[in-house]
Nanobody, 115 residues
Framework: QVQLVESGGGLVQAGGSLRLSCAAS????????MNWYRQAPGKQRELVAG???????NYADSVKGRFTISRDNAKNTAYLQMNSLKPEDTAVYYC?????????WGQGTQVTVSS
């Protein structure tokens, strides 16, 4: 069983920065791909960024050059550094722990960007 706890969300002005953290329990963190998704009101959940167990990253076009995903396997923690935030980045951000066996999700953390 894996539990994910997100933190770091909040209210920020446009152009500002936030860093989200996702702390995972369990012993499968090192072999899991870690992803960040977001869901804005009235919209579908979308993939924002992902990082494989080997450190390969991918990003949604809308956040390329502004967001950086990383992981610290020693701390069982994944991060999402968000810079140059825009009002359209406002959403609930969810951490996802993915292996071939199953997916686990965090409870979500609200990010609100004011204009």
């Amino acid at each position: 069983q894996v539990q994910l706890v997100e933190s770091g969300g909040g209210l920020v002005q446009a152009g500002g920065s936030l860093r989200l953290s996702c702390a995972a329990s369990g012993r499968s963190f090192n072999i899991a791909a870690m992803n960040w998704y977001r869901q804005a009101p009235g919209k579908q959940r979308e993939l924002v960024a992902g990082i494989t167990s080997g450190g390969r990253t991918n990003y949604a076009d809308s956040v390329k050059g502004r967001f950086t995903i990383s992981r610290d396997n020693a701390k069982n923690t994944a991060y999402l550094q968000m810079n140059s935030l825009k009002p359209e980045d406002t959403a609930v951000y969810y951490c996802n722990h993915h292996t071939v066996v199953r997916d686990y999700w965090g409870q979500g953390t609200q990010v609100t960007v004011s204009s």
